[in-house]
């Protein structure tokens, strides 16, 4: 399951709903034992672009390593695909297949582009 | 310092300990908020009990702040909630109480309280070490890796005027924490190489010095207190 973050505002409310869609989608791929791939904006892991997607990606990574932890053993894996703007969409699909078929990574965030070169981890 | 300083989650553990060091430091009057009036033990501290995640509660901080006739000069949002399953048996009530309480709430409350912030002020938002990953806790985990992108959001367009930062802590003596299974608690606490439970306290000393001018250089961090576990 590749599943994009959407482009939201900073109200709460759009907030929880793109929260609570990566939730359901997420559990419901976790019960079939499909590995997973959440695709954010770079700018947004640092706050760029305002609160209200800065929450959505921050919080998306954060919930991947978890459930990349609850996969282990079931053998499902959870990724984060971060790209820079100007990327073309077709090289973040690629690589969020990638991830999706390998077995062996999983709780990682993949940056595509350089923007995040100097700045926060994550 | 000499103002107003507003603490969520202030009835027990770290946010107890945090309004409780902020009163006794200087001037400074605390705004309690879920703190009963009989739990108040310094007379800085003004209780005010609240919904957080009601439209109602953010205002009701609000209007508190103002009747204290003192500048506001630090928020700490620390209210929040577990509710642990595993992803697959979480259920939508425990994913959604969770984000509307840890996050949502801090939300709101930083939206209806930055207008009325001085120059110099400072927020600190409680997040967790939990943000880095933790099993069981895909919605707290989530609520979490949120309020350290809100911190980040907000450090960016508050500043310069006003600083944010996130304190993320580890396994710290709480209500919480004592919740767990002793044998589990011990497990957990095998991992940390400093070999014990974090104090409230100390969680409330690092906070402490992100309020202050003393950390005015330091905006948009996130800084764990958890024993080196996350190197462990």
């Given at each position: 399951?590749?599943?994009?973050?959407?482009?939201?505002?900073?109200?709460?409310?759009?907030?929880?709903?793109?929260?609570?869609?990566?939730?359901?989608?997420?559990?419901?791929?976790a019960q079939a034992g499909d590995s997973i791939v959440y695709v954010v904006h770079n700018d947004d892991l640092l706050g760029r672009r305002g609160a209200g997607k800065a929450m959505v990606a921050a919080g998306?990574?954060?919930?991947?390593?978890?459930?990349?932890?609850?996969?282990?053993?079931?053998g499902w894996t959870v990724n984060v695909v971060a790209f820079s703007a100007g990327t073309d969409p077709e090289t973040v699909a690629d690589w969020a297949d990638h991830l999706i078929e390998s077995s062996d990574v999983?709780?990682?965030?993949?940056?595509?582009?350089?923007?995040?070169?100097?700045?926060?981890?994550? | 310092m000499n103002g107003v300083v507003v603490v969520t989650g202030a009835a027990r553990g770290i946010g107890r300990a945090i309004a409780e060091k902020m009163a006794a430091t200087g001037p400074l009057t605390v705004i309690g908020v879920d703190l009963a009036p009989e739990l108040a033990l310094a007379e800085q501290i003004t209780?005010?009990?609240?919904?957080l995640t009601s439209q109602e509660g953010p205002a009701a901080v609000h209007q508190a702040v103002e009747a204290s006739g003192v500048p506001l000069i630090g928020l700490v949002n620390n209210a929040g909630i577990t509710?642990?399953?595993?992803?697959?048996?979480?259920?939508?009530?425990?994913?959604r109480s969770v984000l509307e309480v840890n996050l949502g709430a801090a939300y709101r409350l930083c939206t209806e309280l930055a207008p009325l912030m001085s120059d110099g002020a400072s927020i600190v938002n409680i997040a967790s070490r939990a943000y880095l990953g933790n099993f069981g806790q895909y919605n707290y985990s989530m609520s979490k890796g949120g309020l350290v992108g809100m911190?980040?959001?907000l450090a960016l367009s508050l500043a310069p005027a006003i600083r944010v930062n996130a304190v993320a802590p580890g396994l710290i003596a709480s209500e919480m924490s004592m919740a767990i299974p002793e044998e589990t608690r011990d497990r957990m606490v095998s991992a940390i190489?400093?070999?014990?439970?974090?104090?409230?306290?100390?969680?409330?000393n690092l906070v402490w010095f992100l309020l202050t001018p003393l950390s005015g250089y330091i905006t948009g961090e996130v800084i764990v207190v958890g024993g080196g576990r996350s190197l462990s």
């Open positions: 399951m590749i599943h994009w973050a959407p482009e939201v505002s900073d109200d709460w409310g759009e907030v929880l709903a793109a929260l609570t869609r990566a939730f359901e989608a997420t559990r419901a791929a998306l990574l954060s919930a991947a390593r978890t459930a990349a932890l609850e996969g282990i053993k079931d999983t709780g990682e965030v993949l940056r595509i582009g350089p923007d995040h070169i100097g700045k926060a981890l994550p | 209780p005010v009990q609240v919904d509710r642990d399953s595993r992803l697959v048996n979480m259920s939508d009530e425990s994913f911190t980040r959001a190489p400093l070999e014990r439970m974090g104090t409230p306290d100390e969680v409330a």
